[in-house]
């Protein structure tokens, strides 16, 4: 059955027939007798049995664009073997009609390898909105397995952006187009594919915006062939003179691509009047390194006596290098016909290192640079331009294009392209998209499938989270996020919730103690909170808020604390005090009077801690069970409340004589946050006699601070002295005692 009776049109019939020959020309022997008749085989019965190879909705025949494409690749790479025969039947794996296991028995292992990868990349292209992703160039190399397959992917779309002008389908135009223009054309420069990046730029122009690329075709008013013509023209008495010089040198002239000029024009902001390179010639001179600025200027002599330059567009990056290490003279000059022609003179090793080295073309014209996939980029190109066709293609099938194993790249269901670390989860993702849709993730759906949110995600998947109003981040998920992102608004979610929950605890603590009549004091509370075993303060209260302790019983701790602080003096240590009966002491209260000082003897005692009486202060002794006494100030909070519930215990107590003791008392410092405060008070505090700072603690928050100050002083008339100097201190707005 003559297959190309039903399934070729008129027309396309003769074009079938003329790329089979010319394929066979181009690729020899290459390909045997027994590959051609498999093939023949093969592409039949997936026509006529199968049903496959029909035309795809856009009404494209596939055999043709294959053929188109296995001929181009072998005008612009040449090609092997297995790389011809990939291109014709990878679209035939589809359904039980063909697979990779039966290419191999075919084929050989290399065909399935490469026909492997072609099928393994082909679903990316389902994600149309991710193509402009830079990311989409990683994970097509992370996919393809073989340069082979980038190449080959490459190239088919330049003979698909060939075989679609004028398609009546202007949308599907256009997406092709965009990817051309945003994916594969930076991915062909990159591979050092020139002709075939300047060709699927300017024909994505055309596509694109049909008019500019009319119009600037129409102004140029030649044909590439006559502009051509024009190069040679112009380099003709320059090349005669650099010889009469006894230079060593190669010329180098090309036009720029349309779509070069209209990027021109939207950069400079001119109409095509204004780009004065249109035509570009580069001079490589062969010289030592030692004679290369000699060498370069004389040619830039030559160059400028023959032409008449514009010095307004000269550039000299040989004398001071491009900080990317580029090097170059750059000249425009007044050609024949009226034409600006860019002149550029360089060295061969100034060349090399421009197109090779630091200073790569791509990144040279802006292109991001990648590292290990710039080095992997030129190995890539080196090879192309080597000779000896099968031997390049066999120095690929070995080179590893999953450069970024140490990454994952995943989509959403619109097409975005993200990239994670390996070892992402479904969490580390949703966090990625928004700290929101983190804190509420519930799970998530991975190519359809629901999963949880501890999924390890793999490149190519495509994540749809699943959030809910009622879900927060949880101490567990610590141990399901792997990136630094995910982890730090986890642990900020879970402190904020904490810090929430410690406040409603505080609160509900306070109004229990206020119910008790109890004023708490923050040193007793502190040793609560240690004696039942919680290091910090928000593990205290959030275990209130969640009920792992009762308020009653840290109430009861708190009371017992008190009480025990209040016995300073061990039974039986007051020798010349004697204790009262409760009725006799009522009875007599306003006539006992317990004096202290350093001149007196056999009454032990001690200060209480809670407020540090100094000497001055009026105060008061309270007396407990054990005979003990503890001096209080009487305005301490403690006191007042030991007084309404033992009043019988209260003892009038006065200071005696003078004291030589060192008191300690701490000050509470409110003020501006100025340069150089906290120097300027305790300048103070050293400058004052009979006073020791002990320590000092500064907090500052909004252009304010508060200090906490600790000192050693010997009198109550010396902390007030002390305290009207510090207030005197320029920023300091309050000083009080705490």
């Given amino acids: 059955m003559d297959i190309t009776q039903e399934y070729f049109t008129a027309e396309e019939r003769p074009q079938l027939l003329q790329l089979v020959k010319d394929i066979n020309d181009r690729l020899g022997s290459q390909l045997t007798s027994r590959d051609i008749n498999t093939l023949h085989d093969l592409i039949k019965r997936g026509i006529v049995e199968a049903g496959i190879f029909r035309r795809d909705q856009y009404g494209l025949n596939p055999v043709l664009r294959h053929l188109r494409t296995a001929l181009t690749l072998c005008d612009t790479i040449a090609p092997d073997r297995a790389m011809v025969i990939a291109t014709m039947i990878y ?80 949308k599907f135009v256009h997406e092709i187009a965009s990817e051309s223009r945003y994916l594969y054309a930076p991915l062909a420069h990159k591979l050092g594919l020139y002709a075939i990046k300047t060709e699927l730029e300017d024909t994505s122009l055309k ?8 119009q600037i075709a129409n102004r140029l008013n030649e044909t590439k062939e006559a502009r051509d013509r024009y190069v040679q023209e112009f380099i003709k008495p320059i090349d005669e003179r650099l010889r009469q010089e006894g230079l060593k040198f190669e010329l180098k002239g090309r036009t720029k691509s349309i779509n070069s000029i209209w990027q021109k024009m939207q950069k400079q902001g001119v109409d095509l009047n204004g780009i004065y390179d249109l035509f570009a010639i580069r001079i490589i001179l062969e010289t030592d390194p030692k004679d290369e600025k000699r060498a370069c200027w004389l040619a830039y002599s030559i160059v400028t006596d023959i032409y008449k330059a514009n010095t307004s567009r000269f550039k000299d990056w040989i004398t001071i ?63 192309l331009e080597a000779s000896g066709q099968e031997g390049q293609m066999s120095l690929m ?10 990454e994952v790249f995943v989509f959403t269901p619109k097409g975005d392209l993200f990239r994670l670390p390996q070892g992402a989860t479904l969490l580390d993702f949703a966090f990625h998209i928004h700290s929101r849709v983190g804190s509420t993730c519930m799970g998530g759906k991975v ?42 608004k986890i642990k900020n979610a879970i402190n904020e919730r904490r810090a929430r929950q410690a406040q409603l605890a505080r609160e509900t603590l306070q109004r229990r103690f206020k119910n008790r009549k109890i004023e708490p004091d923050d ?84 200060l209480a801690k809670c407020c540090n009486p100094i000497f001055g202060d ?118 009080e005692r705490v």
């Fill in 91 to 170: 679209n035939l794996c589809r359904g039980d009609y063909l697979d990779v296991k039966r290419i191999q028995t075919l084929y050989g292992d290399d065909v399935a390898h490469v026909v492997h990868g072609l099928l393994h990349v082909a679903p990316l292209y389902k994600k149309q909105a991710a193509v402009a992703n830079e990311n989409f160039h990683k994970l097509l190399l992370t996919f393809a397995e073989d340069v082979r397959v980038i190449l080959i992917m490459t190239v088919d779309r330049l003979a698909l952006m060939r075989a679609i002008n004028h398609h009546p389908n202007e």
């Fill in 207 to 214: 596509y694109l915006d049909r008019r500019i690329f009319t």
């Fill in 618 to 735: 009026r105060i008061e002794g309270f007396i407990a069970s054990d005979g003990a006494i503890k001096i209080h100030r009487s305005d301490c909070k403690n006191l007042r409340h030991l007084k309404g519930r033992y009043p019988y215990r209260i003892i009038r107590t006065r200071w005696t004589g003078k004291t030589g003791s060192q008191f300690v008392a701490t000050l509470r410092v409110l003020g501006r946050d100025d340069i150089g405060i906290v120097s300027s008070i305790t300048s103070v505090i050293n400058k004052t006699d009979n006073c020791l700072l002990r320590s000092i603690s500064v907090q500052a928050e909004g252009g304010l601070f508060e200090g906490m100050i600790t000192v050693n002083v010997t009198n109550i008339a010396l902390l007030d002295d002390l305290t009207r100097k510090i207030l005197n201190v320029k920023g300091v707005k309050q000083v």
């Fill in 523 to 606: 040193a007793t509370l502190s040793r609560v909170i240690k004696k039942m075993g919680y290091k910090t303060t928000l593990d205290f209260y959030a275990a209130i808020q969640e009920s792992i302790l009762d308020v009653n019983d840290v109430v009861e701790q708190y009371e017992a604390i008190a009480d025990k602080q209040n016995e300073t003096v061990s039974r039986g240590s007051a020798d010349e005090f004697v204790l009262q009966q409760p009725e006799a002491r009522e009875e007599h209260f306003n006539d006992d009077i317990l004096t202290i000082g350093d001149d007196v003897k056999g009454v032990n005692y001690k």
């Fill in 397 to 406: 099938r070995n080179m590893d294009t999953n450069l970024y194993n140490n």
């Fill in 321 to 383: 290098p491009k900080s990317n290490g580029y090097e170059s003279l750059h000249i425009t000059v007044y050609g024949p016909g009226d034409k600006w022609v860019e002149v550029q003179i360089r060295t061969r090793r100034m060349d090399e290192t421009a197109e090779r080295g630091v200073a790569a073309h791509w990144r040279y014209k802006g292109i991001k640079s990648d590292g290990d996939a710039d080095k992997w980029m030129n190995e890539v190109r080196e090879m």
């Fill in 447 to 488: 190519d359809g499938k629901n999963q949880k949110i501890n999924y390890r995600l793999k490149s190519g998947d495509t994540v749809e989270i699943i959030t809910s109003s009622t879900q927060s981040p949880r101490l567990d998920w610590l141990n399901i996020a792997v990136t630094s992102r995910a982890r730090n």
